[in-house]
């Protein structure tokens, strides 16, 4: 390499570059979704957060404590939104995976948010829908649960749907590290 105003190596006269050595595409592709993987796992995990706050109040008697918490109170959550909860270790799971480029954990992530993320809370929103849409349709949350000034269903169904996109997200870099990472066979032309 010379420097603009310094020799040129012999034998060329810098017009060579596009017969140059590049980084192979699935490496690029690696590196870029990684790094992807990793915000969207952490704000998997801050949804967590909300949700295992939304579910707290309900977990704890079962768990035989009895603490005051200084929540609104809201209505009892439907069996199927524990399943939820079912994902978080699995997240951590996929960012090991991620750190040591391993498809295997990622499939099964993948296979997790499907069943216990995607579909909790599809049907969640399923349930909560004639509560919103009466909401949004008429402005009347009469007979709804508040959480501030707010009816309960349309919060609750506005933060799954933000839910629901995060997990089309991780599925979608899911699979793309894992077609990135997958044995290539012979050579492409």
Not at 112 to 119: G, H, K, M
Not at 157 to 174: D, G, I, K, P
Request: some cysteine; overall charge positive.
């Amino acid at each position: 390499m010379a420097s603009r105003g310094g020799q040129m190596v012999a034998g060329t006269d810098g017009h060579d570059f596009q017969h140059r050595e590049r980084v192979a595409g699935q490496y690029s592709v690696s590196a870029t979704n990684k790094a992807r993987m990793k915000g969207l796992v952490v704000v998997h995990l801050l949804l967590g957060v909300v949700h295992l706050v939304r579910l707290l109040p309900s977990i704890l008697p079962l768990l035989g404590i009895s603490a005051p918490l200084p929540l609104p109170t809201l209505p009892i959550p439907s069996p199927i939104e524990y399943a939820w909860l079912a994902s978080l270790p699995f997240a951590l799971l996929a960012l090991n995976a991620c750190k040591r480029s391993k498809s295997g954990p990622l499939q099964v992530f993948q296979l997790v948010l499907l069943v216990a993320c995607i579909s909790t809370s599809l049907i969640t929103l399923f349930i909560l829908s004639p509560d919103t849409i009466e909401f949004l349709l008429t402005g009347s949350s009469k007979d709804q649960a508040t959480v501030g000034d707010y009816p309960y269903p349309a919060l609750w169904s506005a933060f799954l749907l933000l839910c629901v996109v995060v997990h089309a997200a991780e599925v979608v870099v899911t699979r793309t590290l894992v077609q990135a990472w997958a044995p290539r066979h012979g050579k492409r032309l």
